[in-house]
Structure formats: C-alpha cells, structure tokens
C-alpha cells in the first residue's frame, strides 16, 4: 500500500488531521491497534478553545458541535466559598469556549471518514516504523492475521503516551520532562443537569472540586483525592456528600446528584517529550506531551499540532515547498510549553499539596501562604483576570515563516 501521510493513532487528533488532509486532496491512511468501540468508550474532557472549534468548521465535521455544543462567555473559580467569575468573552475582547465531549468530537470524526471511504484499519498489531529520517519511511504492521506494509512521504504519530511513535526517536536524541502530582482526580459522570451554567473551579480547605458538564442534561464532577485511594472506596452518596461539601454553599443546595454512569481515578501529571519531530516523523497530542486537566488544555494542545502540521503538509503538497518541514517542532513546543505552564500553574493554586513541596526549599504552610497570596492578586486584579482568561480561551495558532 501507499499513501501521502500515514497516521498512526485514531484519536481525535489522528481523524482531525486526516479529515483536514482530505479536505485539501492530501492522501491518508489511518492506523491503530484498538477499535471504534473502544476508542469511543474512553471518557474525556470536553472544553474546547475557539482555535479547536474553527478547525473542526473547517474540516466540515462542525453540524452537530455547532447544533448541541455549548458556548461558555465564561468561568469560575471558587476560593473558600468566594466565586470569582472570570469574564472570558469580555476580558479577551470577544473570545469563548465551548462545552462539546471528546467523545461526541470523534465520533463525529469517525462518521465523516467512513462516509468519505477513507482508508482505516482499526486492531493492528505489531506497528513499526522504519526508515524515517529518509524521503521514504514506511509502516510495517499486521491486520487480520496478514502482514502489510504501507509506505509514505510522512508519519504522524498520534498513538498517545504508551504508542510507537516516541519510542522511534533514539532514547540519546529526545529529552523527556516530568512531574508526577501527588493526587489524583476521581470523576464521576450523571445523567443530572449541571449545577452551573458555566464550569467551577473550586478550592477548599478539604481540597479541589470541578464542576463540568457535558451537556445541559449531562454533568462531569471532579475530586482530588489521594493517589493510594481505590474506586470502589466512593460510593455515590460519598462523592455526592463530599462533592457539595467543596462547592459554593449556594450551588451545594440546589445541585442534583443521581446514579453514576462512569466514575474512575486519573492521576496527574506534567510530561513533555523535546523534539516532537525525527526526520519525516512527527509527534501529535499526547504522544508527545501530557497536562494535568486542570486548565483544559491536553485535547486543544493536541489540536494546535494538528493545525501546525496541517500548515505544513499543505504547503509541502500545494507549492511543492519543504523548507517549512523542520519547523513544526519548535513552533508546537512553543504552544505546548506555554500551555503546561499554564495547566501546571492552575494546578498549584487550585489543589492541596500537603506535605509535598515539590523541591521549592520551603516548608508546606509557607508554600500554601505563596500560593493564596498569588491567587488572591490575579483574582482581585482586572490585569491578573484578563492573563487567565487569555490563557484559558488559548492563544492564537502560529504561522509558518
């Protein structure tokens, strides 16, 4: 077989960067080693920033986003039962968010490439990738008990942390960043309208909550937890209780609770991996970089390397130009680094480090006493409000030089 891009990874960002390619005439192939099923049984976030949005318009996969997504003008956060309500729309000068599930995106994704016929082979085993610093790597992998072999100009590897594509960077070539938070998030999904019409970030003296949705008939609560705690340790009446406990008093009394339809345990933590290309290979979404959730930007990073790599192969395939190539990794890590230290900041000021001070040289109380006098400036501050709104709804995508 041969194609133009391979695709490693059907993901959303493997199917957002295919159905783009198509769009433009850009032949692909996509590749992974589990099915439909079990990619769309993944429970994700669902924030998407305005950039992510206007890519999806522009894949024309958008109908049903636009139709049931949700726009947010805006966000909370809650301090010891004070709100402070970070006006996103007004403070970026017009710039939103939308509440639309991962799910629902790559379902979308699937749908649109089966209806174009487009070339997808779920549960393949054995991946490789060879010869990837040459003009002609190519994937060798097994499907339906036959061994192929797929042959291309370009690799995107969009198979996640544990995939393939990393690891085919020479360990003495790649750098690997990380940090590991001492918790985890327990989640639980219901089918209950949301307390709030916009998500709250809420922390307490008990530790951090989030309040999500997916829906306006559908809602996502978040926990921090120890990470030596068990699933089966919460009961739905012990997350619900502890759940309002953490919230804003007032949105505590009028919430719904009902039974949980997903409920699992996510530990945190910080992961880049420098360079996120080797030679016509390129890393994609978490294969190359991992945020702790906490300022919705794992799926939106994901997009901006879509968008970057898109660029690219545009202008390699539509002027012939392959001068552009060696700049995906350092226009991508620009946006990744920005957005960890984003996601790593929220993180410090929103939860509950106990003991752990993470090598700052300072005792814990005296680290708490930082962290609550640096949220209290940029909450009570018009210029600190309009830094996380900026943050938060995502810089602009860069251009190619």
Known sequence: MKTQVAIIGSGPSGLLLGQLLHKQGIENVILDRVDRDYILGRIRAGI?????????????????????????????????NDRFRIDLKELTGGDTVMCYGQVEITRDLMDAREAAALPTYYNTESVQLHDVKSDSPYVTF????????????YIAGCDGFHGVSRQTIPAELRTEHERVYPFGW???????????????YAMSDRGFALASQRSLTRSRYYLQVPLTDKVEEWSDERFWEELKARLPAEVAATMQTGPSIEKSIAP????????????????????????????????????????????????VYKEGDKSCIE???????????????????????????????????MDPLMQKRFMQSELHYYLN??????????????????ELK
């Open 48 to 80: 998407l920033e305005q950039g992510f949005v206007d890519l999806v318009r522009e894949a024309g996969v958008s109908e049903r986003m636009d139709a049931e997504g949700h726009v947010h003008e805006g966000v909370e956060l809650s301090i010891n």
């Open 142 to 153: 097994i499907y339906e008990g036959e061994e192929c072999r797929l042959e291309c100009d």
């Open 186 to 200: 327990l989640g639980l999904m219901a089918d209950v309208p949301p307390c709030n019409e916009e998500l709250i």
């Open 268 to 315: 945190l933590r910080s992961f880049v991996c420098e360079p996120m290309q080797y030679g016509n290979m390129f890393l994609v979404g978490d294969a190359a970089h991992i945020v702790p959730p906490t300022g919705a930007k794992g799926l939106n990073l994901a997009a901006s390397d879509v968008a970057t790599l898109y660029k690219i192969m545009q202008r």
């Open 327 to 361: 700049q995906y990794s350092e226009i991508a890590l620009r946006r990744v680094w920005n957005g960890e230290r984003f996601s790593w900041w929220m993180t410090n000021m929103m939860h509950d480090f106990g003991a752990e001070v993470s090598g700052s040289g």
């Open 381 to 398: 501050s018009e210029n600190g409000r309009k830094v996380i709104a900026e943050q938060y709804v995502g810089l602009p995508y860069e």
